[in-house]
């Protein structure tokens, strides 16, 4: 199993930008995803989270009314609005392995994960 996050970039302050994740190996769309981020010199920390068939989701209070999450039978989205320069940081997908799953906040509830993609937002 591989899950791939796509989308990173550099933005200034105030703009957008789309990550994807998608993955190989698993029927994707039976399993809820989350997204982490982890800036340098911190812990990783969860950014949201959708079920596996997309009808929950769940944000980091201090993402709420700036990212959202979705999904489609391939891949998952996380749209971030409003970029901050502290929303710079690695960000990270991950599945669960059981399958049917609503959104889940912890870390520890994902056995899968994907490489990271970089996002830098500049003052």
């Known amino acids: 199993v591989q899950l791939q996050a796509s989308g990173g970039g550099l933005v200034q302050a105030g703009g957008s930008l789309r990550l994807s994740c998608a993955a190989s190996g698993l029927t994707f769309s039976r399993y809820a995803v989350g997204w982490f981020h982890q800036a340098p010199g911190n812990k990783r920390e969860y950014v949201a989270a959708i079920s596996w068939n997309g009808d929950s989701v769940n944000y980091a209070d201090s993402m709420k009314g700036r990212f959202t999450i979705s999904r489609d039978n391939e891949q998952v989205y996380l749209q971030m609005n409003n970029l901050k320069p502290e929303d710079t940081a690695v960000y990270y997908c991950?599945?669960?392995?059981?399958?049917?799953?609503?959104?889940?906040?912890?870390?520890?509830?994902?056995?899968?994960w994907g490489q990271g993609t970089q996002v830098t937002v500049s003052s």
């Open positions: 991950a599945a669960e392995s059981w399958g049917y799953m609503g959104p889940k906040a912890a870390a520890k509830e994902y056995n899968y």
